[in-house]
T-cell receptor
Framework: DGGITQSPKYLFRKEGQNVTLSCEQN?????MYWYRQDPGQGLRLIYYSQIVNDFQKGDIAEGYSVSREKKESFPLTVTSAQKNPTAFYLC????????????FGQGTRLTVV | QKEVEQNSGPLSVPEGAIASLNCTYSDRGSQSFFWYRQYSGKSPELIMF????GDKEDGRFTAQLNKASQYVSLLIRDSQPSDSATYLC????????????FGQGTTLQVKP
């Protein structure tokens, strides 16, 4: 089955640690996105990539890093520089085109302990 | 100014009524517009997309786009309690940045 998979579903991080969230898709999509969602809020764009080996900062990129070495994979690292990382993280992918739907993974809920 | 703005609500309507959800955007070059529904703790799921001015209907849902006014709306007819969710408006400018930007979402409550 085609889809987009995020792992883990729940993640706990100690202060000062870096953690990496996984996002894999087998939809052959060129574009991939990472969003952060806080309680009662919409989705804020962290990073996005329209092609392998290229990515751009979104609106809240500080404290995060990404890589896009393969078309299928777009991992997000939450670094210790991100002061308030507790949130729900969503990865999405889409074709690049005029009327292309973005498909979402199930999300990763990150909590700082 | 936020790139995509929605009234966060909550918008409360009785069962069977029409719910009207609104969204404005700032990038005049935006080309495609999406409405997603998100239940609490779940991922967003697409309801409709629209890219031409006017109305687009799909079952109980109608999306309306007015590019001159930079305004897109979603009408839900015969609202059901199962429609209670957060509705997210999303906008993309493919030719420029390729960013898919979401509004903060409107919470809809349909009361039986």
């Amino acid at each position: 089955d085609g889809g987009i998979t995020q792992s883990p579903k729940y993640l706990f991080r100690k202060e000062g640690q870096n953690v990496t969230l996984s996002c894999e898709q087998n939809l052959n999509h060129d574009a991939m996105y990472w969003y952060r969602q806080d309680p009662g809020q919409g989705l804020r764009l962290i990073y996005y990539s329209q092609i392998v080996n290229d990515f751009q900062k979104g609106d809240i990129a500080e404290g995060y890093s990404v890589s896009r070495e393969k078309k299928e994979s777009f991992p997000l690292t939450v670094t210790s520089a991100q002061k308030n990382p507790t949130a729900f993280y969503l990865c999405a992918s889409s074709d690049t085109g005029f009327s292309t739907e973005a498909f979402f993974g199930q999300g990763t809920r990150l909590t700082v302990v | 100014q936020k790139e995509v703005e929605q009234n966060s609500g909550p918008l409360s309507v009785p069962e069977g009524a029409i719910a009207s959800l609104n969204c404005t955007y700032s990038d005049r070059g935006s080309q495609s517009f999406f409405w997603y529904r998100q239940y609490s703790g779940k991922s967003p799921e697409l309801i409709m997309f629209i890219y031409s001015n006017g109305d687009k209907e799909d079952g109980r849902f109608t999306a309306q786009l007015n590019k001159a006014s930079q305004y897109v709306s979603l009408l839900i007819r015969d609202s059901q309690p199962s429609d209670s969710a957060t509705y997210l408006c999303a906008v993309i400018n493919i030719g420029n940045t390729g960013k898919l930007i979401f509004g903060q979402g409107t919470t809809l409550q349909v009361k039986p």
